[in-house]
């Protein structure tokens, strides 16, 4: 089945770094756009990144950096310089064809000032 494994979430120093991992099964993962999405209380669920097409909002660009590992089946969200308003639950999503889209089941990221 398919499935989209997240890790590395947390708690960290505004200024600070996580690196967000999402391994994946169930479905061949080249090729794949790959992305991190985001949402916090009250707001809706916001694009984050996007792989291999690398796009970032303008929110992270410069702090952010998405990256894959097509022979792990994973990609990451190296996450630089962490503010308190990057603070959400973030979601690894495969696009796994045109009408099919799946999602992780999210991971909690926690930014203190």
């Known amino acids: 089945q ?11 120093q505004a200024g ?6 999402c391994v994946a099964s169930g479905f061949t993962f080249s090729g794949k ?4 999405y985001r949402q916090s209380p009250g707001k809706e669920r916001e ?4 792989i291999p097409a690398t796009e970032y909002s303008n929110s992270v660009k410069g702090r952010f950096t998405i990256s894959r590992d097509n022979a792990k089946n994973a990609v ?4 630089n310089n962490l503010k308190p308003e990057d603070t959400a639950v973030y979601y690894c999503h ?7 889209d ?3 089941q999210g991971i909690q990221v926690t930014v203190s000032s």
């Open 2 to 12: 398919v499935q989209l494994a997240e890790s590395g979430g947390g708690w960290v």
């Open 16 to 21: 600070g770094s996580l690196r967000l991992s």
């Open 33 to 36: 756009v790959m992305s991190w």
């Open 47 to 50: 694009l984050v990144a996007s």
């Open 76 to 79: 990451y969200l190296e996450m």
């Open 94 to 100: 495969a696009r796994l064809s045109l009408s099919s």
């Open 102 to 104: 799946f999602w992780g």
